[in-house]
Structure formats: C-alpha cells, structure tokens
C-alpha cells in the first residue's frame, strides 16, 4: 500500500519525530510504499492565498504534489502535539491547502447551504497519533478533547476516510523513558494493525 504519512513539530528530537519515525519503519518493514513529509524541515507554507481557494485554481508545484498523494494514497497517518487542542498552525494550513475541493471532497446537491459534502480520498484507513501534557479526564471534561472531532469528523470524516484510529500519547513532560519505549511500541503495533503486511 501506499502510506501518507505527515509530521508536524518543529523540534528533530521531540517525541512527535520518534513516533513518526517508528511509524515510517513500521510500514516499510512491511512491505509498504512511504510517502513522507516533515512540514517544518520542507517549510511548507500554511497561508492559503486567496488565488488557491476557487475550485479548480492553478496550484504551486509543492502543493499540488501534496494534493495528489493525499487524494491517492491507500492510507493516511498524522502526528502532532496536541497545542492549544488544534494542530501545530502549520498542520492546520496544510489541510486548508491540500484537502480541496474536487481532489479531497465534493459538494453535492442541495442543503440550504454549500450542499452535502462527499469524500474523495482513495484512503480508507487513517491513524492519528497525538501528543499531550494534560490528564486524561481534564482533556474530556474540561476541553471536550475537540482533536478528536477536528480529525474523524471535520476533516478525515467530511474527505471519505470512515476508519480512523486515534492515540493520544499523554503525559509526556513527566513521562520517563520507558514509557516513551512503549509508546513507540505502541506506534508501531498501531501501525501494523491498521496497515498489515503486503502479502
Ligand atoms: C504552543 C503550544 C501549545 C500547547 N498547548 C497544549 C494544550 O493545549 N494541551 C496540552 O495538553 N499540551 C499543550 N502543549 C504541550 C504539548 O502538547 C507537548 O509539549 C507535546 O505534546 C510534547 O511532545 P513533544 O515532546 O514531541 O514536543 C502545548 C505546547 C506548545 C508549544
């Protein structure tokens, strides 16, 4: 299968890049095609210019490169920091700018209001791994963990992409380094269940 997998932390040596890097092993040792993309070591710019919003608009070659792997890839995997429960503003940029009409989703019919929106990724499957700093029961009570909307309903939801597994890694400034350990194992079962072995 091909895999998009997309990183989103500015620090080489945070937790966010272990886990994408035994994400990446995970599905190469498997057997899998890696579509790979550190947004911060590309300096993929997040600002959506007015000229890329109409439907069918003339895109810069890296995004449309972006768009094309998103809309054909087998199988999506995203992993970011919990800031400010929203992905890191360069993540959130890159859904504006790649998840587009006519590639990601549709409009169609008649609603009362842009009309019924429909899927397009070719993606069944996608994991959403996530980093934190606040207690599990706070994130639920206080905050209504919005990560998990924002990611199976608004975006992975409204593009097509019903099956997605989602893991927040928590506590990570008081986590100790066995814990870390695991979570990488964790990684990579995660991955390995949802993206077995090419046969
Ligand atoms: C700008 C910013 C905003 C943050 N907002 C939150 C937050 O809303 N909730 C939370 O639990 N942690 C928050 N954090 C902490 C990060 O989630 C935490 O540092 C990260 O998950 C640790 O993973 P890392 O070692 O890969 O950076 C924030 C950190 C930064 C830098």
Known sequence: MRILLILAHPDPNSLNHAIAAAARQTLEQNGHEVLFHDLHAEGFDPLLPAGEIPRGATLPGDVAR???EAAQADGLIIVHPNWWGMPPAILAGWVDRVMRP????EFVGEDGGEGVPVGLLKA??????NTSNTEAGREETVFGD????????CVFGLCGVADVTRRMF????????????EWLDETARIVAETFPPEA
């Open 66 to 68: 972006h768009c094309e």
């Open 102 to 105: 006519g590639t990601a989703y």
């Open 124 to 129: 069944d499957k996608a994991i959403v791994l």
């Open 170 to 181: 928590r506590i990570v400034c008081t986590s100790t380094a066995q814990e870390r350990r």
């Open 146 to 153: 919005p990560l998990e909307r924002i990611w199976k309903d």
